[in-house]
């Protein structure tokens, strides 16, 4: 049972460029979610999806967009890196919005330089 | 903003004792609190959940408290091991979402 699976695993990207990180979840989970993780900042929520064809922002979402592709993939997408955006980004899933457990996948380390 | 704090400086305690985290929240009481282990290079790992009209929960060596007085969850590991040293996140619910703390670092020596 694979769980939440990001890819990729490791990222260098110069400033301004683009890339997707891509998020995958196999247990019929409604909900996912986007963070970054900075020293000392903790988690921080960038964009969430309550259920399939939803997308709402949370802390921190100037500088993203994400997708909600269809019920098992959310993808989450810089279109101009900044070194500011450099960060650790997880992305998680749960049954609901509320009152459950959510399910981490094991991180995408990105740098801009 | 619904904010979730923890104490930032590590915890260090004697393998055997019990550790004790904080999480204090502000503004009005989450429905919920959520407490998840994070080992490095990982991501973090679901442990307990505690309602609001919860007192108290436990898993085996873990304890999690819920006060709503004092805005306060209290997670507890008795006969701690070296093995239980990770960083700790305290979460709460706001209006379908999750807000993280910052974490405490536990450090059990043998």
């Known amino acids: 049972n694979a769980g939440v699976t990001q890819t990729p695993k490791f990222q260098v990207l110069k400033t301004g460029q683009s890339m997707t990180l891509q998020c995958a979840q196999d247990?019929?989970?409604?909900?996912m979610y986007w963070y970054r993780q900075d020293p000392g900042m903790g988690l921080r929520l960038i964009y969430y999806?309550?259920?399939?064809?939803?997308?709402d922002k949370g802390e921190v979402p100037n500088g993203y967009n994400v997708s909600r592709l269809n019920k098992r993939e959310f993808s989450l997408r810089l279109e101009s890196a900044a070194p500011s955006q450099t960060s650790v980004y997880f992305c998680?899933?749960?049954?609901?919005?509320?009152?459950?457990?959510?399910?981490f996948g094991q991180g995408t380390r990105l740098t801009v330089v | 903003s619904q904010k979730i704090e923890q104490n930032s400086e590590a915890l260090n305690i004697q393998e055997g004792k019990t550790a004790t985290l904080t999480c204090n929240y502000t503004?009005?009481?989450?429905?919920?609190l959520q407490w998840y282990r994070q080992d490095p290079g990982r991501g973090p790992v679901f442990l307990l959940l505690?309602?609001?009209?919860?007192k108290e929960k436990r898993k085996e060596r873990l304890k999690v408290t819920f006060d709503t007085t004092l805005k306060q969850s209290l997670f507890h590991i008795t006969a701690s091991q070296p093995a239980d040293s990770a960083t700790y996140l305290c979460?709460?619910?706001?209006?379908?979402?999750?807000?993280f703390g910052s974490g405490t670092k536990l450090n059990v020596k043998p």
């Open positions: 503004n009005y009481s989450p429905a919920y």
């Open positions: 505690i309602r609001e009209n919860e």
């Open positions: 979460a709460r619910d706001n209006f379908n979402k999750f807000y």
């Open positions: 999806s309550a259920s399939e064809g939803t997308t």
């Open positions: 247990m019929n989970h409604n909900s």
């Open positions: 998680a899933s749960s049954e609901t919005v509320t009152n459950t457990e959510a399910f």
